[in-house]
C-alpha cells in the first residue's frame, strides 16, 4: 500500500478504535473469560487480547504475561493487524523480525506466538487475540480455528459495546435537544406574553389600556375580585386638556398625561386596576374598597395632580361610584360614577363627586 493510502487508511483504523472508547477502560470479565479459553484450547500459558493504539499495543486481557503494554513496533501483533490475517510463528527465536519482543511470560521470553485479527467496524482491525509460549511449537488445525471462534466472540462483545455507547449517545442527543426544545419554548412563551402584556399597556402611560378592560370584562379572576364584595370605580379626566395641548403643544401634553398616569399609579394598590380608558379619561377599579376608601385614593390623587412640578398647572376632576356584587351591574355602576365626574366639572372642576348625591370632596 502507498504510504499516503497507508496513512489514511491508519487514522480511518483508529477512528474506528477510538469510537469505542476503550483506551482508559480496565480489565472486564467477558475478555478475561475468552483469553483463558484461549490458554485452555491452545495448551499455551498465555493469551492476550492485543488492542494497537495509535503508538502503543496495549493488552484489554491478558494471561501469563509480565506487562500490560509494550511500543507498537516491537509488538507482533503490529504485523498480525497489517496483514489482517492469522499469523503463526513456531519459533520467535528464529524469525529475525521479532528479536526484541518486550512481553515476558513468568520471566521467559516468547518463543511462539499464534495470533488472530479482531475486527471492528468497517473491516478494520483493531487488535489480536494471541496464544504465547516459552517453547517453539506448532498449533492443531482445531486450536487454531477456536483462536479464530474467539477472535469472532470478542469482536461480538465490543460490538454490543459500541452499540450500548451508542445508545447513550442518542438518549443524550434526545434530551439535549429536548432541553432546547423547552428553552426555546419557554422564550416563545416569554416573548409571547411580553407581546400579550405590550398588547394591553398604553404607551404613554404604561398603564392598561381600553382593550385590556375589554379582556378584563371576560376574566374569571378579575370577576372574582369584584365578586367578593364592595369595590368602586373612579372615572377621573384631566380638566382643560385641550387648552393645555393649545397652549404648550402636544408633547407637552403628553408630558401632562404621564404625569398623571404616574401619580395614578403611585396611588393605588397592587390589587387596584389602572385603565387609561380615553385621552385623557383614566378608570380605576378598586376591588374590596369601600367608599371612604375609594374616596380618600381619588382625593389622593386630586391633590397629587395639583402638586405636580410641570411648568403649566394641571388638574383633574373624578367621580366615583360604590358596587356591590348583589347590586347593579358594573356597567351601571360606571355610568354613576361618570355622572359623578361631569357633575365634578360642571361644579368646577379640580374635584371629586361622590355618585349618589354622597358629599364630593372639593380640592
Ligand atoms: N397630548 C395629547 N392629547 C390628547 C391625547 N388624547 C387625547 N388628547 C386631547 O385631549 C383633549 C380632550 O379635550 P376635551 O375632550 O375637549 O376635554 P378637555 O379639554 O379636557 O375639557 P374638560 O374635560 O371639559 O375639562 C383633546 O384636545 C384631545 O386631542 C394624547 O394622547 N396626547
Known sequence: MPPDRAAAHERARQAVLDSYRLSETGAEQAFDEI????TRLCGAPASTLSLIDRDRQWFK???GTDCSSTPRLLSICD???????????????RDPRFTRLPVRIGGEPVRFYAGVPVHGHGG???GTLTAMDVRPRALEEDQLDSLQILARQCERLLELRWFGLEQRRLADERASTLRKAERAQEYLRQEMEQIVETARLDPLTGLLNRAALSQLRGDPAALARLDAGTYCLIVLDIDHFKQINDAHGHREGDRAL???GEVVEASVRHDDVAVRFGGEE???????????????VAERIRAGVAAMD??????????????DPAGPLPEVVFEAADRALYQAKQGGRDRVVVADGVAGVNG
Open 310 to 323: 410641570l411648568p403649566f398647572p394641571v388638574t383633574v376632576s373624578a367621580g366615583v361610584a360604590a358596587g
Open 61 to 63: 486481557a491478558s494471561i
Open 79 to 93: 504485523y498480525t493487524i497489517r496483514s489482517s490475517s492469522p499469523l503463526v510463528i513456531e519459533d520467535v527465536a
Open 282 to 296: 383614566f378608570l380605576l377599579i378598586l376591588p374590596q374598597t369601600t367608599l371612604e376608601a375609594a374616596l380618600e
Open 35 to 38: 483469553v483463558r479459553l484461549v
Open 124 to 126: 478494520h482491525v483493531l
Open 258 to 260: 404621564r404625569a398623571v
